[in-house]
């Protein structure tokens, strides 16, 4: 550990103020994808980070897309707004009531609610082409998207094949009272579940996508509804299977969404992806290796050329989160503990008690490459277990381009219900 202790005091760039993000503005190049990780989902300073990093990466870089790890029916109200493709009078927290799903904080914060009027109001700056937009890759929405399928298609064109096969679809799961997990627990004994009915549909709507042009993007919002459901299905049905399985089933998909959105926009699109540094760090540097698991990082570096990607990971060494004690039970404000003695953010937090920036590259990557624990909290988190788990043995300057620390941290904040 005195080895990395010295490596990290050699390297590490305070950080103290947004101007001290242009070493990593400037390491990003001409990358066309970055991504930007958290260690927490309900950690205040990763997202205003994050936010700022991805303002001037929008202002300064012409990014034009973010992409986040949230429900694509949700984020397609957030898209709509800030690009003011509704009549809607309404406010920004009024938009984020929409994210009802468990975990709502993730994306219904006030951090969200500033970082979302800032970029309705860049938007109204720009051309069509130059307003950036805010879409969700996750796969969860399964009944939401065929929902939105539906009621597009009853619209646009009643006689369809593509809404026949939508309602067939959606009759198929309806036993299941849009509960995920019944389904998932059906699917054991069901040769084939619902696979047939939604690779149908999207299979269908890829084949006649031409029909469906639409200035305010509600071709892409068809597809992408549609490939939500196909992969969540699949998805659910590999959860009762193997947490393996359904975790790559999982991120493959993410990145089959960001590259539908890529290829929407243009060979010249570049896009900023938020997500839990379990999903952008390179999963090849991790022990998500040897248990056969890929993730969002991995995949997006192997399908494209090397400065093309950017990956950006965060952490802290103590403060305050939001998260819960079970699945789906209400958040609370839960105190974390300092750093596992022996982890990568003790090691931070040893070399000098403040914020900073570590840059990996070819002259000191592979001081970084050490196999070390790494912090990882979840919406579900109980401090007391930190000891035995909550850390991914990784070698961080392999899974990341670049860190950034903040030494104490606090808690993000939820909208209340009654806003």
Known sequence: MAFLKDAIQKYALPYKTNEDLTPILD????AKIVLLGEASHGTSEFYTVRAELSKRMIEEKGFTLIAVEGDWPSTQRINRFIKGYTEEQTNVKNVLKVFKRWPTWMWANEEIAE???WLKKHNEKKEANDKVGFYGIDVYSLWESLDEVITYLSKTDPNGTE???AQKALSCFEPFNRHPETYALSSINISEACVDEVSKLLTSIRANEDNYKDPGEADLNLKINA???QNAEEYYRAMVRSDELSWNVRDEHMVEAINEIMDYHGKEAKIIIWEHNTHIGDASATDMEEAGMV?????IRQQNDREDVYAVGFGTHSGTVIASDEWGIPYKQINVPPARKDSWEAALHNAGAFNKLLLFNEENRSLFSQWIGHRAIGV??????ETY???VPSKIGNRYDAFIYIDQTNALSPLTTDE
């Open 389 to 391: 788990g909550n850390y």
């Open 163 to 165: 809404l026949a096969f």
């Open 380 to 385: 579900v988190y109980n401090p007391n277990y």
């Open 227 to 229: 490939m939500v459901a």
């Open 295 to 299: 993730n969002v990082g991995k995949i």
């Open 27 to 30: 390491a990003i190049g001409d």
């Open 115 to 117: 970082f979302v009027t």
